[in-house]
Structures are given as structure tokens and as C-alpha cells.
């Protein structure tokens, strides 16, 4: 809903604590209790679609600059937009308003969604009826960008990426552009093991990152897979990818950093493994996603990832 010149456009890595059991330090949160599915599981039983439901958290994910969806968010630099659809002007009032009609903070996450739905069954029903028209995440998350955020920064293709990870976590299903990613068990090894274990590390998950899938990483996996309500069976494949994958763009740091860095390494990029998204990153991701006819965005999404991983 404003200039997204702030956190949102950056999509970097969600810690989400310490692990207890299984040897690595105490268990994050279940992904039952994330703000996103929380979300999705809202408009779902509003009667939108999969789709439809995954384009406005994906949306939300990039508005508030966190995956899971932070409703306390507020626009990065001072500037008025808050919330996970970083409301501004007349709309942040009326966010205020119905919040101090319920009694509760407007950083209220249910009373955020319940605000949403408000809107788009009165003041933006026109963005409802065009969102409703759409049937893929990508459609969705265009539609949601244009006709209810309406944002002066487009970003759409990070509200695709974010929309498409949503729509595979959640959904049981795969988005149009998902590329295949490799199933990884006990006993797998090489830069695919290396990326995984950066990746958990992005999660708060405690484990050494040496390219080898041994019992270290195994229980790990399995931590993941029932702090995330997986089948915990130990082997990851498209469903345990989805929810361990995070979107990664310029300014991004940390271990799901340094898992990319890996994979362009591993196809050719003369690249640091540093966990900074710079300029170098940026310019190995473009080079890489023209070399195999992506979109040249700089956005690593689950069409990246996906070609990249093997």
C-alpha cells in the first residue's frame, strides 16, 4: 500500500528458536501456530480457493517483511504503513477504529485478518471480484498487489515467489512454475545436503553444515518435519522443501544466504560463501537465472531454487 522500500522486499530467513529434543537444542514452534498459516486457514474458510488464498499471504509476507506474516510490522524509515497489508491514510484510521470497536490492539493479528475481510467484503469488493477470477498463486498475487494494495512499488514478482511457497506449504499441491527438487534422505551427500542443512540452520535448527546426510541431520529433519506438522519420516522431499525454502533477494544475509551461495558455486559462479546477498550474489543469481531462461529478477524463488538444486 506505499514505497516498498523497506524490509518487505527482502524475504531473508525466519528463526524460529531453539531446538530441544533429539539432541539439537530445543524445538521451534509448530507451523500450526504460524502467523501464515493462520492466515491462509482465514481466507480458506472465507471460501476462496487455494490460490486465491496463497496470493494474499504471499502479498503479506512481502508487505510486512516476514515469513511468517508479522502483524506488528510498521513501515520501514518511519513512514505511516502498518500491519501485514502496511495499511496508510484513511485505511489506517479505519484499521484504528475497528480495532477500538473490539477492544483490541490494532497489532492483533485475527483482528488484522478479520479487518481484511471487512474490507474486501465492503470497500474493496471490486478487489474481491478480481481476485476470485484468478485460479493459479501468480494470478492471485498480481491481482491482490493491484486491485487491494495498490502499492506504488510493483514488486510482483516477489509476491509471486512468496505466493507460490505459500501455495506448497499449505496446499498439498504444486504451483505451475515449481521446477523438481531432489529427494534427500540418510545417506545423501554433496551441495543439495550442504543447501538443506544451511537452510534448517535459517530455521533455528543447531547442526553442523557438512554436505552429509548422517543421524545429526536425519533428527534434525525429523524436528523440522514436527515442528512444521510434515509426515516426520526423516526424508525430504517437495512438502519439506516448501516449508524450508525462504524467498532471498538483494540484502538478505544469513545461512539460507550462504545455502545459495552453495548452489551457484556448485554451477560455476565465482562467488564467496559469506551470507551477504551483495552485489556479487545478485549478479550470480542474473547470470544464472538468464543462463536458464527464468525471469532475470535477482528474486531467488521456487523456480530458482528448484533449478538450482539437484
Not at 506505499?2 to 518487505?8: A, C, E, G, Q, V
Not at 553442523?208 to 522431499?237: M, N
Request: glycine content about 12%; proline content about 4%.
Amino acid at each position: 500500500m506505499h514505497t516498498l522500500n523497506r524490509r518487505s522486499l527482502f524475504l531473508g530467513t525466519v528463526t524460529l528458536g531453539a531446538l530441544g529434543a533429539l539432541g539439537v537444542a530445543g524445538a521451534p514452534p509448530a507451523r500450526a501456530a504460524d502467523n501464515s498459516r493462520t492466515a491462509y486457514d482465514h481466507f480458506r474458510t472465507k471460501g476462496l480457493s487455494a490460490a486465491q488464498s496463497a496470493g494474499l499471504v504471499g502479498n503479506f509476507i512481502v508487505e510486512s517483511g516476514k515469513d511468517p506474516i508479522d502483524p506488528t510490522a510498521k513501515q520501514y524509515g518511519g513512514g505511516p504503513g502498518r500491519g501485514i497489508a502496511q495499511w496508510e491514510g484513511s485505511r489506517r484510521d479505519d484499521l484504528y477504529a475497528y480495532a477500538d470497536s473490539r477492544g483490541l490492539a490494532w497489532s492483533n493479528l485475527g483482528l488484522q485478518l478479520d479487518f481484511v475481510w471487512r474490507e474486501l467484503s465492503g470497500t474493496e469488493s471490486h478487489a474481491l471480484q478480481k481476485i476470485r477470477a484468478t485460479s493459479t498463486p501468480a494470478t492471485a498475487a498480481v491481482a491482490v498487489r493491484r486491485y487491494y494494495e495498490r502499492p506504488s512499488a510493483h514488486a510482483d514478482q516477489a509476491r509471486i515467489n512468496a505466493a507460490e511457497l505459500v501455495y506448497s506449504r499449505y496446499s498439498g499441491s504444486t504451483p505451475p512454475s515449481e521446477t523438481a527438487l531432489p529427494t534427500l534422505r540418510k545417506g545423501s551427500s554433496g551441495s543439495a545436503v550442504t543447501t538443506l542443512q544451511h537452510l534448517l540452520r535459517s530455521h533455528g535448527h543447531s547442526l553442523a553444515v557438512d554436505g552429509t546426510f548422517g543421524p545429526a541431520t536425519e533428527d534434525t529433519v525429523l524436528a523440522f518435519q514436527q515442528a512444521e506438522g510434515l509426515a516426520a519420516d526423516g526424508v525430504v522431499g517437495r512438502r519439506t522443501w516448501m516449508a524450508v525454502l525462504v524467498v532471498l533477494r538483494s540484502g538478505s544475509e544469513g545461512h539460507a544466504v550462504r545455502g545459495l551461495q552453495t548452489e551457484l558455486r556448485a554451477s560455476g559462479a565465482d562467488i564467496e560463501v559469506d551470507g551477504t546477498f551483495g552485489s556479487p550474489t545478485l549478479a550470480a543469481v542474473k547470470a544464472y537465472q538468464k543462463s536458464t531462461k527464468l525471469d532475470i529478477d535477482g528474486v531467488v524463488g521456487p523456480a530458482t531454487w528448484g533449478s538450482l538444486i539437484d
